[in-house]
């Protein structure tokens, strides 16, 4: 599988940005997409991903009410929708893909398959 990035790039702090992602193959049942970050200086951490069959989604608390996953169906592929931007959503965005188990669902090792990154900077 592999993941294609696009979206990003530079926003004022309350803007609002959108990433996509797609997978070159099917999706399957279990099969969860969704979105890491890595901020300057940081670890990589959980953003948002929803499970493809079903549409469950989960949100790291920073950005709840604020960010929003959906899927794509006929393009294999999620969005997030990020609106409200805050200088701290700074950081290099990594699509991801994989079926984690229910402890893993936030944790980076339930993912097998990783996109490239893409940038995502917000100024103040």
């Known amino acids: 599988v592999q993941l294609q990035a696009s979206g990003g790039g530079l926003v004022q702090a309350g803007g609002s940005l959108r990433l996509s992602c797609a997978a070159t193959?099917?999706?399957?049942?279990?099969?969860?997409m969704g979105w890491f970050r890595q901020p300057p200086g940081k670890e990589r951490e959980f953003v948002a991903v929803v499970k493809w069959n079903g549409g469950s989604t989960y949100y790291a608390d920073s950005v709840k009410g604020r960010f929003t996953i959906s899927r794509e169906y006929a393009k294999n592929a999620v969005n997030l929708e990020m609106n409200i931007l805050k200088p701290e959503d700074t950081a290099v965005y990594y699509c991801?893909?994989?079926?984690?188990?229910?402890?893993?669902?936030?944790?980076?090792?339930?993912?097998?398959?990783w996109g490239q990154g893409t940038q995502v900077t917000v100024s103040s």
């Open positions: 991801v893909a994989g079926f984690p188990i229910s402890s893993s669902v936030k944790r980076r090792e339930g993912y097998r398959y």
């Open positions: 193959a099917r999706t399957f049942s279990g099969y969860f």
